[in-house]
């Protein structure tokens, strides 16, 4: 099992992408091998990921495959402000949503 406490924090873009891409990497060339990843920033998550636990305050806001947690509503609810989550090219992405209202 491979845990990772905010592995991309204090590099820079060109490093992060390279320790993502490793990621990516291992989990294809070691299927078996579990991993934990843990962050606040859906930018740093490998396009490997296929499960997803949003946590606020200690509870379980949502828990599953990645595609049905990773979405506006559940991250704008986790972080208890409007938040727009994208997935593009295998990655996935937030910014704040302007106007917008926090929804579940």
């Keep these: 099992m491979l845990l990772l406490d905010e592995p991309?924090?204090?590099?820079?873009?060109?490093?992060r992408e390279q320790l993502l891409d490793t990621l990516d990497m291992l989990a294809e060339t070691?299927?078996?091998?579990?991993?934990?990843?843990v962050t606040h920033h859906l930018e740093e998550l490998p396009a490997s990921t296929s499960h997803a636990?949003?946590?606020?305050?200690?509870?379980?806001?949502?828990?599953g495959g990645v595609d049905e947690v990773l979405t506006t509503g559940q991250v704008s609810a986790c972080f208890a402000y409007p938040?727009?989550?994208?997935h593009r090219d295998g990655?996935?992405?937030?910014?704040i949503r302007r106007?917008?209202?926090?929804?579940?």
């Design 8 to 15: 991309t924090t204090g590099l820079d873009v060109a490093a």
């Design 53 to 63: 636990l949003l946590l606020r305050d200690g509870a379980v806001v949502a828990a």
């Design 83 to 86: 938040i727009e989550v994208e």
């Design 99 to 104: 106007g917008g209202r926090v929804s579940a």
């Design 30 to 37: 070691h299927p078996d091998l579990a991993s934990v990843l």
């Design 91 to 95: 990655r996935w992405s937030a910014r």
